[in-house]
């Protein structure tokens, strides 16, 4: 039995009776019952997750998985490939987006080289799993082997092994970079949908009309080409998915095998996600989404995972800036669960008075 | 010149040039123009209204603003005014959920009473701003008289003063309490959406189909009585409005005149902001909206303010919870706009290594 099929194994379901115990703490709440909403299933899913009424959310990691794309050379993308190692290096250097918001939300950010068409020194301080110097162009055959979609599911669960070796990690944020990476994301929604294409594709980076046509046409030639089965995700991942997002899809599935919950970024992390549940349905048990991306075939991911979104900011970046911001609630959600007094409590209060 | 008057005479434009350099600078970061969506324009926003790039949201206030309302003998609330008061001492004692939401965001809150139907000690710590026990039924006529409409607004406004007079302010939230008080909302929204009451009212803490009836129908009864004219604020406000209402009015004037950005949080905070910006358009510059509430009729406030809110997480409980969380994302947002490099910044520090 390979890694990915051990990880997957070890997957345990939430704890059921935590989870209705905090159902019914937020019912007692001195407030209308209901009232805040999303929060409170967070709040009660944590619970189930950590087996305690009193989740502390202390360490937060986002791991930001980087590929190339063979798709590109279809003109599917405004920025050429050599822009996915410079913002490595941006990532590292800690100037980016996802830095900045990292560091608001009190997360650490993490950056892994699944598959970029650049060598990194290994003095680098990344996560050095890189599968190929990115994928084969899609739209003429698969992207990448059976074998190399494994493996790049495995980067991912070897990551979350390596963060959990370290330290405890309470929460986890999953981010991408790889210029043409929506590509491989509309395709991937395009089989578990079943929708046209064109309904799926969004501008990514900013597309003009032409750019968009080129983009629908890609994604339409690489799904007749390859002929992708929906009941086979490992499959899907492989004819038309991307290294980074075989990565991301790894991460669910080792912080699901962990117990640790896991928080996806946008269009490309959910697509990750979704390979992750197909493999693996209890895994969803541990996933949170952050936010509503502006890419056109985000909210059906969504709506396939069946997952409601924390944010609708018209984010359309990735790194894992959405992810990041969804951190911030989350930890609110916790302290809605444990710190709001109940009925019972004000009482009690009101009574030593 | 009343204090009124005199407040909303003292309320300046933002700084343009420091909003578009601000704009400048977030299209000159190194990713795709306008991809961290709504939170570049708060970012910039926030500029003009500091005049610096670099703005740091240090102190964080909210002013949670607490009154009783006549109309509630028509049955339009589930709860008893006598909640009203208790809440009070549950806020002061520090269990309710905007303290804990307030404690998340690093906020502070004070209670104002600006119209509870109890009698505080004079030693509670919060902002003592009686105007009456409680607003007169508007079913049967003006709510208040002219007089306490204006007073209640100039005691939001004398709160900003009381705070910028011990340090300064640099996010002011507001929140409501009072019970009954999502009825004098609908009306307000009522009158500036001329829109159906039956469209615009929702089932506060919970109302079933029975309570929904008897509401639409005291707020039907309360226009048709009242006659208010969206031409008169101040006569909107006495006839169908209520004292925090008033009160929550007069914070955002208040805060625009002391150069403050204001995070209003949902239907009934909203209404009081409509108030002050009819009041005082120039007073919308430094409001920022911070959630969808669930009730119905605030997307048509937040529409007629044309603002966008930050979250939309299903909340409907009022006391500011929704403020508090959306100061976390307006910190962001002044993260984003001086942290993140622009391509140069990048560039210059490759050329330095």
Redesign the interface.
């Known amino acids: 039995m390979g890694l990915l099929e051990k990880t997957i194994h070890k997957i345990k379901k939430p704890n059921a009776e935590m989870y209705a115990a905090a159902k019914e703490r937020l019912r007692n709440?001195?407030?209308?019952?209901?009232?805040?909403?999303?929060?409170e299933d967070v709040g009660a899913r944590l619970a189930g997750i950590f087996g305690t009424l009193d989740v502390k959310l202390k360490n937060k990691v986002i791991v930001t998985c980087a590929g190339d794309h063979g798709i590109c050379e279809e003109g599917v993308s405004?920025f050429p490939s050599e822009v996915t190692p410079q913002?490595v290096?941006?990532f590292v250097?800690g100037?980016?987006?996802i830095n900045?918001?990292a560091?608001?939300a009190g997360a650490k950010v993490m950056v892994a080289d699944i598959g970029v068409a650049y060598n990194f020194g290994p003095e680098l301080p990344i996560f050095h799993k890189k599968v190929r110097k990115g994928t084969s162009n899609f739209a003429k055959g698969p992207a990448m082997s059976r074998d190399e979609a494994i493996q790049s599911i495995e980067a991912g669960i070897e990551i979350v092994e390596e963060l959990v070796k370290k330290e405890p990690v309470h929460l986890l944020g999953t981010g991408d970079m790889g210029i043409g990476n929506t590509t491989p994301s509309t395709a991937i929604i395009a089989v578990y949908s079943g929708l046209p294409v064109s309904q799926l594709t969004g501008r990514g980076?900013?597309l003009d009309d032409e750019g968009l046509k080129k983009k629908i046409g890609a994604v339409e030639k690489g799904l007749s080409v390859n002929k992708p089965d929906a009941a086979d995700p490992v499959g899907v991942l492989s004819k038309v998915g991307g290294f980074e997002i075989g990565g991301l899809a790894g991460l669910v599935i080792g912080a699901a095998a962990y117990g640790i919950p896991v928080v996806c970024d946008g269009f490309i992390s959910t697509a990750g996600a979704l390979i992750a549940c197909e493999l693996a349905p209890e895994a969803r048990k541990y996933l949170f989404a952050s936010h509503n991306s502006?890419e056109a075939g985000h909210r059906f991911m969504l709506k396939h995972l069946e997952l409601e979104p924390?944010?609708?900011?018209?984010?359309?970046?990735g790194e894992g800036?959405g992810a990041a911001?969804a951190m911030?609630?989350m930890?609110?959600a916790t302290?809605?669960l444990i710190?709001?007094?109940t009925f019972e409590?004000?009482a009690i209060?009101?009574a030593q008075k």
């Open positions: 709440q001195a407030r209308p019952a209901g009232s805040l909403g999303i929060l405004l913002m290096y941006n250097n100037g980016a987006s900045v918001l560091r608001h980076t900013g502006v924390l944010l609708d900011l018209k984010f359309r970046l800036t911001l911030e609630l930890d609110a302290r809605i710190e709001i007094r409590e004000v209060q009101d």
